[in-house]
C-alpha cells in the first residue's frame, strides 16, 4: 500500500518516534488485533477490565487505556481540573453504565472552559515540551516557575493557590530543577496531585511501577513506544478517584478525551503488547541492541570526518543503549543536522537523529535485523560524499 500510494519507507535509526510510526508492532499484537476486529464488544465493558489490567501490571489503584500518551495527558489533566466538583457524585462503575441525564453531561462538558475552576498547573519551567499544550487543551492554565536550567522546592511552593489544580512532572527532562521525589512530597504537602508524564520512560521494564511507587497520583505511557502496541494507543494509572474522572472525560463518554477515543482493535492491541512486554528478556533484547550499535561502529571506524564514538545508555530512567557520532564539522564543511538531512533525502532513506552543532545519535530498538549494516554504510557513503 505504501508503494501505491507513493509514500516511502525509511530505515529508521532515530528510536520510537511518532513522526517515523512510532515501534515495530509485534506479530501477536496484529494477530489479536485482526481477531478483535471481527467481533463486536462493549466498548465500555473491554476499557474496564483492560484498565483492571493495566492497574495490576503497574501497581495503580486504577487505569485506562486512552489513544495515545497525549491523550492520557488531557483527560488526566481535566480529572484533577474536576476534583471537588458535583462531578465526583456521578456513579459511572461499572464503566458500562453511561450517564444519560443532561444534567451530568453538562458537568462532563466543562473542560476546557475551566475560569471558574482550580485550573493551574504548575510546571518546572526547564520541562519545557511541546507537549505540554496537553494541559492547555484540558483547559489548564500553565504556571511555569524556575529557569530553563534550575528550579527550586521554594518556587514550586510559592506558585500553590487557590487555583492549583495539579503540579506536572516531565521525566524526561528530570536532569533539570526539582526531582520527581521532592515534587512528590510537595504535591502531598500541599495536597496538589501530581500528573507525570513518562511517555517513552520504558525500559526498564521497572519503570511502569515506579512511578506509582513513588506516589505519584496519576502516570501517563505511551502504549506504541518500547511496549510495541499500537502506536495510537497510551495509557493512565493512578489514583481511583482521579482515575473515575479521567474516564468520564474519556471515551465512551462525552468529554474533551471523546475526540481521542480508542477502537476494540486499540485496546486489545495494546493489553497484547504489555503482556508480550512483560515476558521479554531485557537483558537480552539491550545485548542485542548493543551488538547492533557496535557493527555501526565498527563499519565507520577510521573516517577522518568522525572525531570520536561512544556507546552509553540513553539516560538515567531510560535503559536502552545510543550511539553517539561526534563529527569534525570543519573538516566536512557541514553541521550534524545537514548530513541527518542528507541521510534522509535519497535510497535507502535513513533517519538518524542529530544534535547541533556536530552530533548524530543512532538508535537501534527500531531496527531489524541486518539493517544495523545499510544504516553504517549509508553513514560512510554519505560522509565520504560531503568531502
Known amino acids: 500500500m505504501y508503494e501505491e500510494l507513493g509514500v516511502k519507507t525509511v530505515i529508521n535509526a532515530a528510536g520510537t518516534q511518532t513522526f517515523l510510526g512510532g515501534s515495530i508492532v509485534h506479530p501477536k499484537v496484529m494477530e489479536a488485533m485482526k481477531e478483535a476486529a471481527g467481533k463486536f464488544v462493549n466498548m465500555g465493558e473491554l476499557i474496564e477490565k483492560a484498565g483492571e489490567f493495566i492497574a495490576k501490571v503497574t501497581g495503580a489503584e486504577a487505569a485506562i487505556v486512552t489513544a495515545g500518551c497525549y491523550a492520557a495527558l488531557v483527560v488526566g489533566t481535566a480529572a484533577c481540573i474536576m476534583r471537588g466538583t458535583t462531578l465526583e457524585e456521578i456513579d459511572n462503575h461499572p464503566l458500562h453504565h453511561y450517564p444519560e441525564s443532561r444534567k451530568w453531561i453538562d458537568l462532563i462538558q466543562i473542560p476546557p472552559n475551566t475560569e471558574n475552576l482550580k485550573n493551574e498547573v504548575i510546571i518546572q519551567r526547564g520541562h519545557y515540551t511541546p507537549y ?183 539516560s538515567e530512567t531510560r535503559r536502552s543503549p545510543v550511539l553517539t557520532i561526534e563529527l569534525d564539522i570543519e573538516s566536512l564543511g557541514a553541521s550534524s ?18 544534535a547541533e552543532p556536530d552530533k548524530l545519535m543512532v538508535f537501534p530498538y527500531t531496527l531489524r535485523d541486518g539493517e544495523e549494516n545499510i544504516v553504517g554504510e549509508s553513514i560512510r557513503k554519505t560522509l565520504e560524499e560531503m568531502l
Open 132 to 314: 505540554e499544550h496537553a494541559f492547555r487543551v484540558a483547559g489548564g492554565r500553565l504556571r511555569k516557575v524556575g529557569s530553563e536550567r534550575s528550579c527550586t522546592v521554594r518556587e514550586i511552593e510559592d506558585a500553590i493557590g487557590e487555583k492549583t489544580a495539579a503540579i506536572a512532572f516531565i521525566v524526561a527532562k528530570s536532569d533539570r530543577g526539582v526531582s520527581l521525589k521532592k515534587v512528590i512530597e510537595v504535591g502531598k504537602r500541599y495536597d496538589v496531585p501530581v500528573i507525570v508524564d513518562a511517555a517513552a520512560e520504558l525500559p526498564p521494564r521497572e519503570n511502569l511501577r515506579k512511578f506509582i511507587a513513588m506516589g505519584a497520583d496519576l502516570v501517563a505511557f505511551s502504549g506504541g513506544k518500547a511496549i510495541r502496541g499500537p502506536n495510537d494507543t497510551g495509557f493512565l494509572c493512578g489514583r481511583r478517584d482521579l482515575i473515575r474522572l479521567a474516564a468520564l472525560q474519556a471515551f465512551p463518554y462525552h468529554g474533551i478525551g471523546r475526540i481521542a477515543k480508542v477502537d476494540r482493535t486499540q485496546v486489545v492491541g495494546l493489553i497484547t503488547a504489555l503482556k508480550i512486554f512483560l515476558e521479554r528478556d531485557e537483558e537480552a533484547e539491550f545485548k542485542s541492541w548493543e551488538n547492533k550499535l557496535k557493527t555501526i561502529e565498527r563499519i565507520l571506524e577510521g573516517i577522518p570526518q568522525i572525531k570520536r564514538m561512544e556507546i552509553k545508555v540513553e
Open 337 to 354: 543536522k545537514e548530513v541527518a538531512y542528507r541521510l534522509r533525502e535519497k535510497p535507502p532513506y535513513v533517519w538518524v537523529l542529530f
